[in-house]
């Protein structure tokens, strides 16, 4: 089955300061989602982005199909920014059941 | 509008007892997801029903697990004989359908503990 891969695992950044989580993945897919999860479990949907790029205020993120890789941008990072960051991909013929990567373990310090 | 509910948040069981985990979708979307996060195995697919579909079971890890969708809306997914490796929080996402431009929307999940 597919594969997914981020990185980095973790990371730990000062607030106001900028990252770049990536996500790669090892067949193509036309679904592919950013989430956070929150300190209560919650995942919140960050983008919905199967291919180019979206923004949403200080988040951006960026999926290049063809080479199988995506990135979220948090630029001027706060602490309410912490808590794990995962890609998944789904492929809408095989019903869009969606593969989850190990996610990315963000702390932001204050 | 109201998101994806689910129903106990908690549930703490004695190993061998059968559970039942409910999930109510979002008004109006016919895809519903199972999914479960644990420690040892990260976040992975159970089961998805989409519409009047024949369930997709093809990650449920055993035959003691088992998902119903009744009338179109809510799913129950019950755990029989549980044992201590079932502890995890489980997870329903449901989706307006399950084709192109679909985004799945989570619910809070339900924490399982098999003592």
């Known amino acids: 089955g597919i594969q997914v891969e981020q990185s980095p695992p973790d990371l730990i950044l000062q607030e106001g300061a900028n990252s770049t989580l990536r996500c790669n993945f090892s067949?193509?897919?036309?679904?592919l989602q950013w989430f956070h999860q929150n300190p209560w479990g919650q995942l919140i949907n960050l983008f919905y982005?199967?291919?180019g790029t979206k923004q949403n205020g200080r988040l951006s993120a960026t999926t290049v199909a063809t080479e199988r890789y995506s990135l979220l941008y948090i630029s001027s990072s706060q602490t309410t920014d912490s808590g794990v960051y995962f890609c998944?991909?789904?492929?809408?013929?095989?019903?869009?059941?969606?593969?989850f990567g190990a996610g990315t373990i963000l702390r932001v310090k204050s | 509008g109201a998101g994806v509910s689910q129903s106990p948040s908690n549930k703490v069981t004695e190993k061998g007892k059968d559970v039942e985990l409910r999930c109510d979708p979002i008004?109006?979307?016919?895809?519903l997801y199972w999914y479960r996060q644990s420690l040892g195995q990260g976040l992975e697919f159970l089961i998805y029903?989409?519409?009047?579909?024949?369930?997709?079971k093809s990650g449920l890890p055993s035959d003691r697990f088992s998902a119903e969708r009744t009338g179109g809306s809510v799913s129950t997914l019950t755990i029989q004989r549980t044992q201590q490796e079932d502890s995890a929080v489980y997870l329903c996402?449901?989706?307006?359908?399950?084709?192109?431009?679909?985004?799945?929307?989570f619910g809070p999940g339900t924490r399982l503990t098999v003592l």
């Open positions: 996402a449901s989706s307006l359908n399950s084709g192109p431009y679909n985004e799945q929307f």
């Open positions: 067949d193509s897919v036309n679904n």
């Open positions: 982005i199967p291919s």
């Open positions: 998944a991909v789904g492929n809408w013929e095989y019903g869009n059941k969606l593969v």
């Open positions: 008004s109006g979307h016919t895809a």
């Open positions: 029903f989409q519409g009047n579909s024949a369930p997709d």
